[in-house]
């Protein structure tokens, strides 16, 4: 299993930003995915997930209304657009596949 994100950045706050996570190793369209993130000198949460074969989501909500997480699974790649962001998404952003396998993380900063 091998988990790749990707399109962190800098942005200014109101800004946006995508995300992708592209996966390997496993039948992608099986599997529920999410991202989360951790912020300096916090626990890591959950900000987003989407299920399997219907495409479900939830959300944190604290996200809510200005991330959308979606799937295509002819690309094995799972996104996370991110809108009007504010300084508090400052993060690392992980992508995650149950049950316990993660990527990289890609760093987002968002600043003036």
């Known amino acids: 299993v091998q988990l790749v994100e990707s399109g962190g950045g800098l942005v200014q706050p109101g800004g946006s930003l995508r995300l992708s996570c592209t996966a390997s190793g496993f039948t992608f369209s099986f599997y529920d995915m999410s991202w989360y993130r951790q912020a300096p000198g916090k626990e890591r949460e959950l900000v987003a997930a989407?299920?399997?074969?219907?495409?479900?989501?939830n959300y944190a909500d604290s996200v809510k209304g200005r991330f959308t997480i979606s799937r295509e699974d002819s690309k094995n790649t799972v996104y996370l657009q991110m809108n009007n962001l504010k300084p508090e998404d400052t993060a690392v952003y992980y992508c995650r596949r149950p049950p316990n396998y993660w990527g990289q993380g890609t760093q987002v900063t968002v600043s003036s």
């Open positions: 989407v299920k399997s074969l219907g495409g479900i989501t």
